[in-house]
């Protein structure tokens, strides 16, 4: 797809830069290159869908599981390898008394701190046990391919990926509930708040035309 082409030009294009400052290259031949732009499209569950998800029963311990750390990083906000390589040391008490995750981000080497609310909480203390993990390790493909038999399950006519715990998180959880773009970047481990707007900025403006209409039916 062309964001993937466009990230892969991107990294490459680092190679020619240093390739034309050691002298190896005369010019840079992307020069002139404008990569096409793509419009990013956000899928994540809204407050029903969530609500189903986690009120439904499955009778087999994989997808229970699978189910317990999708809905666990949909209020976290943990991408895959935070949520594989969480232990119990990331957990910590914090100012507040409350319970937070603090852990590097592999993707920017940032490190994140992330309050645990009740819900994620309620799914750790349900995996505890006397590994330093603090969850049972699943490959992310076995993990995606659970995720889909789950959603034809629960009925939500999305294509789930773990990714979309993380958009949920960003979306339903934080910003349909008025939290700041800044604080969900600083929650996201994003490296720049511009790429929080850049993802989430339609987001802000749907939840700003449903309180003017909630407004208008008011008036």
Same mark, same amino acid.
């Not at 096409?36 to 009120?55: D, G």
């Not at 969480?86 to 590097?104: A, M, R, S, Y």
């Given at each position: 797809?062309?964001?993937?082409?466009?990230?892969?030009?991107?990294?490459?294009?680092?190679? $020619?830069?240093?390739?034309?400052? *050691?002298?190896?290259?005369?010019?840079?031949?992307?020069?002139?290159?404008?990569?096409?732009?793509?419009?990013? @499209?956000? $899928?994540?569950?809204?407050? *029903?869908? &969530?609500?189903?998800?986690?009120?439904?029963?499955?009778?087999?311990? @994989?997808?229970?599981?699978?189910?317990?750390? !999708?809905?666990?990083?949909?209020?976290?906000?943990?991408?895959?390898?935070? =949520?594989?390589? &969480?232990? +119990?040391?990331? &957990?910590?008490?914090? !100012?507040?008394?409350? @319970?937070?995750?603090?852990? %590097?981000? %592999? %993707?920017?080497?940032? =490190?994140?701190?992330?309050?645990?609310?009740?819900?994620?909480?309620?799914?750790?203390?349900?995996?505890? #046990?006397?590994?330093?993990?603090?969850?049972?390790?699943?490959?992310?493909? #076995?993990?995606? @391919?659970?995720? +889909?038999?789950?959603?034809? &399950?629960?009925?939500?006519?999305?294509?789930?990926?773990?990714? /979309?715990?993380?958009?949920? !998180?960003? #979306?339903? $959880?934080?910003?349909?509930?008025?939290?700041? =773009?800044?604080?969900? #970047?600083?929650?996201?481990?994003?490296?720049?708040?511009?790429?929080?707007?850049?993802?989430?900025? %339609?987001? /802000?403006?749907?939840?700003?035309?449903? *309180?003017?209409?909630?407004?208008? *039916? +008011?008036?």
């Amino acid at each position: 797809q062309q964001i993937t082409i466009n990230k892969e030009i991107q990294r490459f294009r680092k190679t $020619v830069k240093e390739a034309v400052g *050691e002298g190896y290259l005369d010019r840079d031949p992307f020069v002139l290159y404008r990569s096409k732009r793509v419009v990013k @499209t956000v $899928v994540f569950l809204s407050v *029903e869908e &969530l609500e189903s998800l986690e009120n439904y029963q499955f009778n087999h311990d @994989t997808l229970t599981l699978i189910q317990d750390l !999708f809905i666990f990083c949909c209020y976290t906000g943990l991408a895959y390898r935070e =949520m594989a390589d &969480l232990e +119990k040391k990331h &957990l910590v008490i914090g !100012f507040d008394n409350n @319970t937070w995750i603090q852990i %590097k981000r %592999k %993707k920017t080497n940032k =490190m994140i701190s992330v309050p645990l609310l009740p819900k994620a909480k309620v799914i750790i203390n349900k995996y505890q #046990s006397d590994n330093d993990a603090v969850f049972p390790k699943r490959s992310n493909v #076995s993990f995606n @391919t659970y995720l +889909k038999e789950i959603a034809v &399950l629960v009925g939500i006519d999305k294509r789930l990926t773990h990714h /979309v715990a993380r958009k949920t !998180f960003a #979306s339903t $959880v934080l910003l349909y509930n008025d939290v700041p =773009m800044e604080i969900v #970047s600083e929650l996201l481990g994003h490296s720049s708040i511009s790429i929080t707007q850049a993802y989430y900025g %339609k987001i /802000v403006k749907r939840k700003v035309g449903d *309180e003017i209409k909630r407004l208008a *039916e +008011k008036k």
